[in-house]
């Protein structure tokens, strides 16, 4: 079995995580069952598949739920985007997110073509 932590895409993804989670009381209250509940759930949702396909038994399944990490990384940079639009955070504060963003998902990329050429 792999050990999740000992990945550096699973350190970044869960630091992500802790800082999406950090701006998100700057948020409209009104917004805490909408935009909000959204943004917690994709940005915990691509630490939290990683882990889980590191629990998994072939280099197969755990790049299924690195798929689907990917797509959340997705689903958050576009919620991100939204609330610089909506001026829910501010435009810097959305870039570094972004940023961060960006490195997961170039690093989940990574891993994925890794573990796909491995079964080849």
């Known amino acids: 079995m792999r050990d999740y932590k000992k990945f550096l895409v699973w350190e970044k993804s869960h630091q992500l995580t802790l800082d999406v989670y ?6 409209p ?29 072939s280099d197969k399944d755990f790049c299924r739920f690195l798929y689907i990490s990917f797509g959340s990384a ?6 991100i985007f ?7 955070l501010e ?6 997110l972004l ?10 990329n990574g891993l994925i073509i ?3 050429n491995a079964e080849s």
Not at 22 to 27: A, G, I, V
Not at 99 to 108: D, G, R, S, T
């Open 22 to 27: 950090k701006m998100l009381p700057t948020f």
């Open 29 to 57: 209250k009104d917004e805490m069952f909408g935009l909000t509940s959204q943004i917690k759930r994709s940005s915990s949702s691509i630490p939290t598949n990683i882990a889980e396909g590191c629990g998994r038994n």
């Open 74 to 79: 997705n689903e958050l940079e576009y919620q």
């Open 82 to 88: 939204l609330s610089i639009e909506l001026n829910f």
């Open 91 to 96: 435009n810097e504060q959305g870039q570094i």
């Open 99 to 108: 940023k961060q963003i960006e490195e997961v998902k170039k690093m989940l």
């Open 114 to 116: 890794k573990l796909n």
